[in-house]
């Protein structure tokens, strides 16, 4: 099921759909959408939870992926939620081996992503 997912991710992006994606509050915890607008309010909660500047990305094919894009991976993929959905913790990396050495293996090879930056956040500064 879960890798049926994310070649479905990888899928849509191949066919130029644009998907983008964000780190939650939860450590490996990601968000994606087709639109930035569904994101830009989790990347906020999320820089001013973790206290640091936080990006948004565009996934991209890993093979258009440009020398300093990074790599979105899964790394472990867990019990299913209760609505059925994938559960998969992520890492971003900086490098297409680093994405290859890293990512899950445990149900066949999983494919990942080229991560592109489209908007940066900064935590909120509290008065």
Same mark, same amino acid.
């Given at each position: ?5 994310? +070649? ?14 964000? *780190? ?22 999320? !820089? ?19 020398? @300093? ?14 609505? @059925? ?5 992520? !890492? ?5 081996? !680093? @994405? ?7 149900? @066949?090879?999983? *494919? ?6 489209? +908007?940066?956040?900064? *935590?909120?500064?509290?008065?």
């Amino acid at each position: 099921m879960s890798i049926d997912y994310l +070649e479905d991710l990888e899928n849509l992006i191949d066919k130029g759909n644009e998907l983008f994606a964000c *780190p939650t509050p939860v450590q490996g915890e990601w968000a994606l959408s087709k639109t930035l607008d569904d994101l830009r309010q989790k990347a906020q909660r999320a !820089a001013n939870a973790k206290k640091h500047e936080l990006c948004i990305y565009r996934l991209v094919n890993k093979s258009d992926a440009v020398t @300093g894009d990074a790599f979105l991976v899964v790394r472990k993929f867990l019990e299913a939620q209760r609505d @059925g959905s994938p559960k998969i913790q992520w !890492a971003l990396v900086d490098t297409r081996e !680093a @994405g290859e050495m890293m990512r899950d293996v445990s149900r @066949g090879p999983s *494919p990942y992503f080229g991560a592109v930056v489209e +908007e940066t956040f900064e *935590p909120a500064k509290i008065a």
